[in-house]
């Protein structure tokens, strides 16, 4: 038995306009039937008649208020709202709201935000609960352009429902315009305390939820990852932290951490980050790379399993993007790296197998595709990363490929001239590492490295993209040995698993960086002065993931205590990892869900780190949006990861002689000699280029020439000191006599 009583205590009552019509509200259909409630004409007084006027029942039967249905009459029939309710209770405190599936009604809120199929409604600042945990705000939906304003306030009669884990207002909401032209209420201050960056600290009792519907308003946000893609959105939402500075990656497992190994750290997780969605209010649609800082008030929605800020109003300062990387220096070459993000060309190659017999077969672009993809990375590898002398790759098809990338990269610069190196391993996707080679370098070798080895948890290949190794000589000046390798290990997805597949990626990690670090001491032992350098996308940070160290296991510079797994210390001396020489906020090649992130290392032999003089990213990847892939005229978005360069120097002082036939390290120039002027026929660098100064004899020129080439990379003042001159060549300069007895020494 339900008795219908007057469910509408607000005067304001939008089933009885005074118009003595009669009015039909439609609260959807349940079991095939629409079901209305009907204010009778000829009914007098302000409370609504209901009528049935479903399928089954009694339909057409009018009730009036107070009157006891039983039974078949009232089957089918629609209960009348209950209310009003404030904004507050109908959130709840809880992930869904108390009244889900209910029909209520909330009166005299304010419309703060329009959509296409509806608008969002808060509680005025006066009538607020004041408990951060409750929400204020609200979506209706009303199906189209909802007939509200923003300052509208409003009545609404609609069923609580919620969309997908986001509460709102709906069933064909009634909604009644009281008046117009109310302020909004205060917005929700969104900063680097709210949300709250720690996870055991949260700002409210379930963070986001609490602000579901709301203003909020941010002031100085940063955009921690560019636009994201997706079919039906092709410049989707942006990741963004309400600070003023970008989100990273730390070290440690995420948030709560492993409870039995307190000691291992515990990365929070950056529940700061968010996000936004530019264009969901109708606002132009726009593009904005990540590390952009931005103002903006919203609404805070909620949609595919997350919470995003939907503005009203935003402005935005974008980061430049692309950024190249610095010149090179005389004296410099470069190693470079770079992820071409799964290079597929447009052949359907047969299958292969691997060394365990699984099937390895390609994928397939169209030509169009596929020729786009080559311009962008020949524009990428030319403007962004200036053309490395080494270049390492990941994820490329087959040597044909790189065949192709050599040769659009020499058709839009004649100058760069390319030879491509790839052997085919493991990975049943066909994707390997490689090398580009310019012709700046004599390669001696390339070898692949642990195609065989097998992992022992389960017999499958060890390494599905076995390290490559070159040994090779830069040819600019004296040759320069150097060797590089490139390595794409195993990814972390599915390391937080837990059961046989979590043991399976953690152990694989570990086995895959023990294997490369004995390989690297082997090399090292045999050769204590070897120039080498290793890098590629490592999948794997540059402290620890808790889990495993993988970097950390590979350089020799772990803490067992602080992984779940480690192995023995198989590196000595430490490969040093470049990375970390860089400032922390440029320590990130790739951007996963909002969080800036190392994947792309340099590691290099104590031998070669003297002759680092730095490393780079080429910015224009990581921060740009996805869709950009798809546009043949930047260089934007040609890979997901930024490429790496590393400077290395064949000449660390700078005096034009490689250091390998450098007789005289760390030559300053110019030079303090001579100590009372330059005399006749003596010599100095004095004007700071490679040529020795001198005074010509009246009416003569200089009886003799001299260069940092032929003195071996000496100085007037490096020379007096190695020949125990006296002090007529540290005030006038080296004498003729002096200059060519050294030049005969040192280059006989």
């Not at 929400?135 to 306030?153: E, H, K, N, R």
């Not at 989100?247 to 000691?263: L, M, N, Q, T």
């Not at 350098?533 to 160290?549: K, P, R, S």
């Not at 290099?604 to 949006?625: I, K, P, W």
Request: aromatic share 8%; proline share 7%.
């Amino acid at each position: 038995s339900v008795t219908l009583s007057p469910p509408l205590l607000n005067p304001r009552n939008p089933l009885d306009n005074g118009s003595g019509g009669s009015v039909s509200v439609d609260y959807g259909s349940e079991g095939g039937s629409d079901e209305s409630v009907t204010r009778d004409p000829d009914v007098t007084g302000a409370l609504p008649l209901v009528q049935h006027s479903g399928a089954a029942g009694a339909g057409g039967t009018l009730f009036s208020p107070g009157t006891q249905v039983t039974g078949a009459q009232f089957a089918g029939c629609e209960p009348l709202p209950t209310g009003p309710f404030e904004i507050y209770e109908i959130q709840g405190a809880g992930a869904a709201s108390p009244f889900t599936g209910q029909l209520i009604q909330s009166v005299d809120n304010v419309v703060t935000a329009l959509s296409t199929d509806g608008f969002f409604m808060q509680t005025p600042a006066a009538r607020s609960d004041g408990n951060v945990d409750t929400s204020d705000g609200i979506f209706v939906f009303t199906g189209d352009a909802p007939a509200v304003a923003v300052g509208d306030q409003v009545d609404v009669t609609a069923r609580v429902q919620e969309f997908f884990d986001f509460t709102e207002l709906g069933g064909d909401p009634v909604v009644q315009v009281d008046s117009s032209g109310h302020p909004l209420p205060p917005a929700v201050i969104f900063d680097a305390a709210v949300p709250s960056p720690d996870p055991a600290a949260p700002s409210c009792a379930l963070e986001y939820e609490c602000y579901e519907g709301m203003l909020i308003s941010i002031a100085a946000g940063t955009v921690t990852g560019s636009n994201q893609h997706f079919g039906s959105d092709p410049v989707a939402e942006v990741h963004v932290t309400a600070a003023p500075e970008r989100a990273f990656r730390e070290p440690g497992v995420e948030f709560p951490g492993i409870a039995s190994r307190p000691d291992i750290p515990v990365w929070d997780g950056n529940p700061e980050v968010f996000e936004l969605d530019p264009d969901k209010l109708g606002l132009p649609n726009t593009i904005i790379p990540g590390g952009s800082s931005f103002e903006a008030v919203g609404v805070l929605g909620f949609e595919f399993g997350g919470y995003e800020l939907w503005p009203s109003s935003l402005s935005f300062s974008p980061l430049p993007i692309p950024q190249p990387v610095r010149a090179r220096e005389a004296g410099e070459f470069t190693i470079g790296s770079l992820n071409l993000f799964r290079l597929f060309d447009d052949v359907n190659d047969p299958p292969d197998t691997n060394t365990q017999g699984e099937p390895r077969d390609d994928s397939v672009v169209s030509t169009d595709e596929y020729e786009r993809r080559l311009a962008k990375f020949a524009a990428y590898i030319l403007e962004v990363l200036d053309a490395p002398d080494i270049l390492a790759v990941q994820e490329a098809e087959k040597l044909g490929v790189l065949e192709d990338l050599a040769a659009v990269i020499s058709a839009v610069n004649p100058g760069v001239v390319y030879t491509a190196y790839l052997e085919e391993g493991n990975d049943i996707g066909t994707i390997d590492v490689g090398f580009l080679v310019r012709n700046t370098v004599a390669v001696d070798d390339v070898t692949q490295l642990g195609r065989d080895e097998i992992f022992d948890f389960d017999m499958s290949p060890l390494h599905d993209r076995p390290p490559l190794l070159l040994q090779g000589r830069i040819i600019v000046g004296d040759d320069y040995p150097v060797s590089v390798m490139v390595v794409h290990n195993r990814s972390l997805g599915g390391i937080e698993d837990t059961g046989s597949n979590g043991d399976r990626v953690r152990l694989k990690r570990l086995t895959q960086a023990q294997s490369i670090a004995a390989r690297v001491q082997a090399m090292q032992v045999d050769n204590p002065d070897l120039r080498l350098a290793i890098v590629g996308d490592f999948n794997a940070f540059e402290f620890t993931d808790g889990f495993v160290d993988a970097v950390g296991q590979i350089a020799g510079s772990f803490d067992p205590d602080r992984n779940l797994l480690s192995g023995p210390d198989l590196v000595t001396p430490d490969l040093i990892n470049q990375v970390l020489s860089i400032g922390s906020q440029e320590r990130y090649s790739f951007i996963f869900d909002g969080s800036a992130q190392v994947l792309d290392h340099a590691l290099t032999s104590m031998a070669l780190d003297g002759s680092v003089r730095g490393l780079e990213y080429g910015r224009g990847n990581a921060d740009a949006a996805e869709n950009l892939i798809d546009d043949a005229t930047t260089p934007l978005r040609s890979s997901d990861h930024d490429g790496l360069v590393l400077f290395v120097t064949t000449d660390l002082d700078a005096d034009g002689v490689n250091d390998d036939a450098d007789f005289c390290p760390m030559t300053a120039i110019p030079e303090t000699v001579p100590t009372s002027g330059l005399g006749v026929n003596r010599f100095a660098l004095t004007d700071g280029d490679l040529t020795f100064d001198t005074r010509s004899p009246a009416g003569e020129g200089p009886s003799a020439t001299f260069s940092t080439a032929n003195t071996a990379g000496c100085s007037c003042t490096q020379i007096i000191a190695a020949q125990g001159l006296g002090a007529g060549h540290r005030q006038f300069g080296c004498s003729l006599g002096a200059m060519q007895h050294w030049t005969d020494l040192v280059r006989p």
